[in-house]
C-alpha cells in the first residue's frame, strides 16, 4: 500500500487531521501466453468476487492519496462488461471485535473504535497507535471500512475453502500491524486470510506480495510461524525499506527487491525462476496474493514499469498450481491503472476473453476519473478506451537475474527439521 506522506507529497494537506473533518490490444504473444497458461487446475473452480458497498464511500480526507475512485470503479466497470453472473459477487461481511482482535491488540481495536466515534483522536493515542496522522488518517466510518476489508478476507479464505477463486479486491493492506496503523493500513487483512486457512487446519500456506512496497506487516505478523511461508517482490531502496534480499525471518520469509523500471519480462523471470520453486519446494495447500496496483507503470508513488498484462500473467501462473487461493488488492494510486489492472484481473480470472475497446459507458467512467497525484499530460487516450497495456518487454538486468540463487537455498518453513 502506502508510504509516509511527507515522502511524496506535492500538495498542501488540511491541518486539522485529527477530525473528520500506452495501451492497445494484448499482442499475439500474449494472447498465446494466457490461453497455455490458463489455470486447467482451476476449471472448474469458480471464479467468486468479494466486495461491498462501504467502498464507495468518501474516506481518507480529500488529498489523501487513497481518496481517488478505486475498488468501486472496478465493480462499476466489471458491470458493465457484463462480468458478474448470477451469484459470483459476494458482499464482504464486516469482521466482529472477537475476529479482529484474533490478530490485532484489543485496546488498538478499541482505539480506533472510539476514535471513529467521537471523532477525536488525543495526542496520547495518535502517538501511540499511529492514527489520526496524515498518513493512516481518522475519517467518518474508519472503523466499520477496515473492519470490512478483514471481514472480507476471511470469508475469501472461507470460499476458497470451499473450491472457489476469490478475489478480494478491496483488501491487501499488508503494512498494518499488531497494535498500530502504518502506511496507509489500520488493520491487516491478508494476515486474517492466512489466519482462516490455518484455523481450518492446513498446515502449510504461502503468501505472496506483488505490491510496489515491501509486505512488511504480513512477513513479521507470521516470522514465528512455521507454517507460513512470505515472498515478496517489491521495489528496492523504497518505504519501508525493509525487505532485503538477506531479510528471511528467521526461514520463514524470502524478499525480493527489486530497481526501478522493473518490467514484465523480469516479473515472468522472477515468478518462473524464483517464486514458483520457492512454492514447489514448500508445497502449499492454499495461496494468498496481495496485487497491488502500485508496480503497473504510471503509478504515481512508485517506479516500477509493469504493464497490466503481465500482472495478470503473474497472478494465474501462480493461482494454477495452488488448489485453494484468494487474491488481494493493495496498493494502486492512479485510479485509471488501479481499476483497469483489477477490472481485467478480474475478467481473467472469471475466464473472460479481454475486449479489444472498451463500450461507451466504460470509456464514460474511466474519462470521469480525477486525480492530482498524476497531471492531465501523464493521462493517455488508452487509458479510457482500452483494458489491456501493451505488454512492457524488456531486458532481464543482471540485478534481477542475480535475485534467484539469492533466495532459493536454505531451509523453508515446516521444512526446517527434514
Ligand atoms: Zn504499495
Redesign the pocket.
Known amino acids: 500500500?502506502?508510504i509516509p506522506i511527507f515522502q511524496y507529497i506535492q500538495f498542501s494537506f488540511i491541518s486539522k487531521i485529527e477530525y473528520y473533518g500506452r495501451a492497445v490490444n494484448i499482442d499475439r504473444h500474449d494472447r498465446a501466453d494466457s490461453r497455455d497458461q490458463r489455470i486447467p487446475e482451476t476449471v472448474g473452480r469458480r471464479a467468486l468476487f468479494v466486495g461491498s458497498d462501504v467502498y464507495r464511500q468518501a474516506a481518507f480526507g480529500e488529498h489523501h492519496p487513497l481518496s481517488i475512485i478505486r475498488v468501486s470503479g472496478v465493480v462499476d466497470l466489471c458491470e458493465i462488461l457484463g462480468w458478474f453472473e448470477p451469484g459470483q459477487f459476494r458482499d464482504s461481511p464486516c469482521a466482529s471485535v472477537e475476529q479482529l482482535t484474533r490478530f490485532h491488540a484489543p485496546d488498538y481495536v478499541d482505539a480506533i473504535r472510539e476514535a471513529d466515534a467521537s471523532g477525536l483522536v488525543e495526542a496520547d493515542v495518535r502517538k501511540r497507535y499511529r492514527i489520526g496522522t496524515m498518513e493512516n488518517p481518522l475519517f467518518p466510518g474508519l472503523f466499520r471500512r477496515a473492519s470490512t476489508a478483514v471481514g472480507g478476507s476471511i470469508h475469501a479464505a472461507e470460499l476458497a475453502m470451499a473450491g472457489h477463486l476469490v478475489f478480494h479486491p478491496s483488501g491487501g493492506t499488508h503494512h498494518g500491524r499488531r497494535d498500530r496503523a502504518s502506511g496507509f493500513c489500520y488493520f491487516n487483512d491478508p494476515v486474517f486470510a492466512l489466519l482462516t486457512f490455518l484455523e481450518h487446519g492446513l498446515e502449510r500456506v504461502l503468501y505472496v506480495d506483488l505490491?510496489?512496497?515491501h509486505g512488511d506487516g504480513v512477513q513479521d505478523a507470521f516470522a514465528q510461524d512455521d507454517r507460513v511461508l512470505t515472498i515478496s517482490i517489491h521495489e528496492e531502496k523504497r518505504w519501508p525499506h525493509s525487505g532485503l534480499v538477506e531479510d528471511r525471518a528467521q526461514g520463514a520469509a524470502r524478499n525480493l527487491p527489486v530497481p526501478r523500471g522493473f518490467n514484465d519480462s523480469e516479473l515472468d523471470f522472477l515468478v518462473e525462476e524464483a517464486v514458483l520453486p520457492l512454492a514447489r519446494a514448500f508445497e502449499p495447500e492454499a495461496l494468498v496474493i496481495t496485487c497491488?496496483a502500485?508496480a503497473l507503470e504510471g503509478d504515481p508513488?512508485?517506479r516500477l514499469c509493469l504493464s497490466n498484462v503481465g500482472l495478470w500473467r503473474a497472478v494465474e501462473r501462480l493461482v494454477a498450481e495452488q488448489p485453494r487461493a484468494v487474491v488481494l488488492g493493495?496498493?494502486g494510486y492512479n485510479p485509471w491503472t488501479v481499476i483497469r489492472g483489477w477490472a481485467g484481473l478480474w475478467g481473467r480470472l472469471a475466464g473472460h476473453g479481454i475486449p479489444e475497446s472498451l463500450p461507451p459507458a466504460a470509456q464514460a467512467l474511466l474519462g470521469g476519473l480525477r486525480c492530482d497525484l498524476v497531471d492531465d499530460e501523464d493521462v493517455p487516450a488508452s487509458w479510457m478506451t482500452t483494458l489491456a497495456d501493451v505488454p512492457n518487454r524488456g531486458e532481464v538486468r543482471p540485478e534481477v537475474r542475480r535475485l534467484p540463487p539469492l533466495v532459493l537455498d536454505g531451509p523453508l518453513p515446516r521444512r526446517i527439521a527434514c
Open positions: 500500500m502506502g505490491d510496489a512496497h497491488g502500485d508513488l512508485s493493495g496498493g
